[in-house]
């Protein structure tokens, strides 16, 4: 359990600078180049500009820190892995912005921050921890250095072990 609050911390360590960089770029651009004014669609594609680059700074972080214990040699593999479960994350605070802006109409600067980074947010962070712990960064996922779950062999260690009787199948033939 100790193991589990500890990745957890630093998994959350690393998801505040993805957040800082998330909510300034979104901030930045939906005042500026991607207002809702001077285009339709700019909070969604300011989203995507903001959680794309969040996105890198999180894959440093979390491969080389939070799950470091864990993380494979074959890094495309685990970046690929990481790319999508990120991806998932991003298109839940985009469905969360997507309603609140599009479909209920509310369009505020505060309303689309509460939608796409509080609420969005906080149902993307539960998704992406719960699939980098379980597949991307998960004991075993790649051919690194990651610990790996002993697994029984079907063979019984030389030493120590009592001779056990042949199993005859019936045919008379020795199993």
Known sequence: MRSIIGQFTRFGLVGIVGLV??????????????SPEAYGEGPLLAKVISVSLAIAA????????????????????????????????????????????????????LA??????????ALGTA?????????VFAPGSGSGTSER???????????????VAPVYDGAGRNR
């Open 21 to 34: 960089i998330d909510i300034g770029m979104f901030n930045l651009l939906r005042a500026t180049v991607l």
């Open 58 to 109: 999180n894959w440093a972080g979390n491969r080389y820190w939070a799950f470091r214990p864990h993380r494979s040699t074959t890094a495309l593999r685990e970046g690929i892995a990481f790319a999508i479960v990120s991806v998932g994350g991003m298109l839940i605070a985009l469905g969360c912005l997507w309603i609140s802006h599009y479909l209920l109409g509310f369009q505020s600067a």
């Open 112 to 121: 689309d921050n509460i939608s796409a980074n509080i609420v969005g947010f």
């Open 127 to 135: 998704f992406r921890f719960w699939l980098y712990r379980s597949w």
């Open 149 to 163: 779950p002993v697994q029984p062999s079907g063979r019984a260690p030389l030493d120590g072990v009592e001779a």
